[in-house]
Every structure is written in structure tokens, then in C-alpha cells.
């Protein structure tokens, strides 16, 4: 049997992964000087010579640059009308940031998006925003824009009509840039979400400390676990602690938590620090929280999975957003009318019990 050929070393080719996969996982520089990054490399290839830290971040430099011209040529050749999406926010360095994303059908009808452009600005107002797109608009050859959709800020209005403007000086919309303007669906969904969970805002509160108690620290959690095994809770989900900003995260933390929530009571037997801890903040998790949050959850998972549809970015949402808006006006009007009838008919209920007939419960 022949023995399987050795394949070719090429330092250049190697050296080329080892830039990509240092910007796909997104590792720090200092990463490829470790000691045990070396003895690891040096014994899978001996004669490949690893990079400073120095020389990584040039070639990283080096890569967005090639990537930038080859980005450049492929919107001149394959984009004609392109829609436009940009986001602003602040990091915990208090530093702002912008991104504008390219979304277009190339000549083969394949739908494609791109991020045009990821850059520090100095404010997030109106203005800020129009010049951050106008050039990257210049940078990119871009001209024709279809829509631009940003999320319901005030600011955003005002950047709108300064953009509208500068493209109706190049004579490149359509209706001259009616329509231009898209607000963003998901986004409209976050604020009425955001705004009913303030109806529960302290429930949700408790149940957060709960949560970011047992997950402080690695004996903390094993006891939460311990808890977990005695009360043979079969979901094999973690309780995840949420982003306070994205409510889609206090979901799926609530609705996890919610799922163990035998175990935070059986804590309370294990863990006398839990019960001391959260007792000088806003307090253990009552009865009537675990309730609140039991009756939004249902209304939680239908703004949830309607974001999840609309939010998608490897097929048109356009279409579907009405849709979903819809779905949801359906689903909590139902949940309405059997919450009114249950209502209704316990009151009714009473009446009879009230003249002397007595109806099973």
C-alpha cells in the first residue's frame, strides 16, 4: 500500500491563515508570542516561522486593505440599486462607533450583503450620521441608493433629510427619495417590548440578581446545580445572565430561569449567602414575581420570534415585516379574549354560588 504524500509547506500560505484566523476569533495579538502558541505551532510545523506580534497586526493592516480594493471592485461590476442600513452605539470605553451595511442583488440575482464601512465617529447625532454615509458612499462608488433604514432615534429624521438632499444633487433616487427612509421594524418591536417590561421592571430586577448571583462565581454555581440534580429538573438549558440594553436577552434569561425556578428555591436551604446577599439589594425573588413573569413569557416568545424573522439577513424581510406585525396583533388579541372570558365566566361563577347554586370550579 502506498503511503499518503506529504503536502508542500508554503510559509506564505500559512502565514495567510494564521492573519485570518487571529481576525475570525478575534484574538489578541499578543496570543501568537505565547509560549505555548510557539511549542503548539512548532509541532505541527517545525520549519514555519511565527510572527511577531508587530508583523500580525501589519498584515492584518494589509488584509483590510486588499479586502477594501477587492470590495471596491466587486460593487463597480455587481451592484446597481443598493439598500443601506447603519447603526450607531457607544462602547464601555464611552467611545462611539458606526457601521453601514450594503445590502444589493448582484447580475446573477444573488442577494448579498456587505459591510461598507465600521468606523469611530465623533457624535451620534443627525448630521454625524448623514456625513459618516455620504462618505462612505464617496469611498465605496456608490451613488444609487434605493433605501435607507436606521432605527426610530429623532436624530436619525433629521440625518435622513440632510442625506435625501445630497442624493437628489446627484439625480439618483427613485420618486425623489419619498421613500428613502425605512424605519427599522425590529427596532419598533424593542421599544414596545422595552416599554411593557417596565410593568414588571422590579420582577425582573430580583430575578436578574438571582441569576447573576449563582453565576459570580464557579461554587456558586455547582451548588445551583446541586439544586438542579435534587429537584430533577430535566431541562438541560443554563440560566444565562442577560445585556440590560437587549430585551431578547431578558427573555431567554427569564425564560431559563423560569424553568429552574425549583432550584432557586431549594438555594435557599443550600446557600445561606444567597438569601443574606441579595436580601441587602432589592431582594429574593418572590412568589408573585415568578407569577408576573410566568404570564409575560407567552407575549415575550411573540415579539421574540417575529425579531428572529424579521432580523434575518440572508433573504428579504421587506416582505414579511407586515406580516409578523400582524401575527402578533392576532395572537396577543386572542389572548385577550380568553383572558376577558376566564374573567367573565369566574365572575359569573360567583353570581350563581351568590343565589344558592353550587357549580363545579
Not at 505565547?34 to 511549542?39: L, S
Request: charged share 20%.
Amino acid at each position: 500500500m502506498n503511503s499518503p504524500s506529504c503536502g508542500r509547506f508554503d510559509q506564505e500560505s500559512c502565514q495567510e491563515e494564521l492573519v485570518k484566523m487571529f481576525v475570525e476569533a478575534e484574538l489578541p495579538f499578543r496570543f501568537v508570542e505565547h509560549v505555548a502558541f510557539r511549542k503548539y505551532s512548532n509541532a505541527l510545523q517545525p520549519r514555519f516561522k511565527i510572527l511577531s506580534r508587530y508583523t500580525l497586526a501589519w498584515n492584518i493592516v494589509s488584509l483590510w486593505n486588499a479586502k477594501k480594493i477587492y470590495l471596491n471592485k466587486f460593487l463597480s461590476e455587481h451592484c446597481q440599486r443598493v439598500c443601506l442600513t447603519t447603526d450607531a452605539w457607544t462602547s464601555p470605553q464611552n467611545k462611539s462607533y458606526m457601521c453601514l451595511t450594503a445590502h444589493f442583488i448582484d447580475n446573477d440575482w444573488i442577494l448579498h450583503k456587505k459591510i461598507s464601512n465600521f468606523h469611530q465617529v465623533i457624535s451620534h447625532t443627525g448630521e454625524a450620521m448623514a456625513k459618516f454615509v455620504e462618505s462612505c458612499l464617496h469611498e465605496r462608488g456608490l451613488n444609487r441608493v434605493l433605501t435607507l433604514t436606521v432605527d426610530n432615534a429623532t436624530s436619525n429624521d433629521t440625518g435622513v433629510q440632510h442625506l435625501k438632499k445630497r442624493l437628489l444633487s446627484w439625480n439618483n433616487l427613485i420618486l425623489k427619495g419619498d421613500y428613502i427612509h425605512i424605519r427599522c421594524c425590529a427596532h419598533v418591536l424593542n421599544l414596545i417590548v422595552s416599554s411593557g417590561l417596565k410593568e414588571i421592571d422590579n420582577s425582573v430586577l430580583r430575578i436578574r440578581a438571582a441569576v447573576k448571583y449563582i453565576r459570580s462565581s464557579p461554587s456558586r454555581f455547582m451548588k445551583f446545580k446541586e439544586c438542579v440534580e435534587k429537584q430533577n429538573i430535566e431541562y438541560k438549558g443554563h440560566i444565562c445572565l442577560d445585556v440590560e440594553t437587549r430585551w431578547n436577552s431578558t427573555y431567554l434569561m427569564l425564560d431559563a430561569a423560569l424553568k429552574h425556578k425549583k432550584a432557586f428555591d431549594e438555594l435557599l436551604f443550600h446557600d445561606t449567602k444567597y438569601a443574606n446577599e441579595l436580601g441587602k439589594g432589592i431582594g429574593l425573588p418572590s412568589y408573585e414575581d415568578w407569577e408576573y413573569v410566568e404570564s409575560i413569557l407567552p407575549f415575550l416568545n411573540i415579539f421574540y420570534e417575529a425579531t428572529l424573522h424579521i432580523s434575518g439577513t440572508s433573504y428579504v424581510t421587506s416582505n414579511m415585516y407586515m406580516l409578523e406585525v400582524v401575527g402578533i396583533w392576532n395572537e396577543i388579541n386572542h389572548t385577550v379574549q380568553v383572558v376577558l372570558h376566564i374573567i367573565w365566566l369566574k365572575k359569573w361563577k360567583k353570581n350563581m354560588r351568590n343565589i344558592g347554586l353550587n357549580l363545579p370550579s
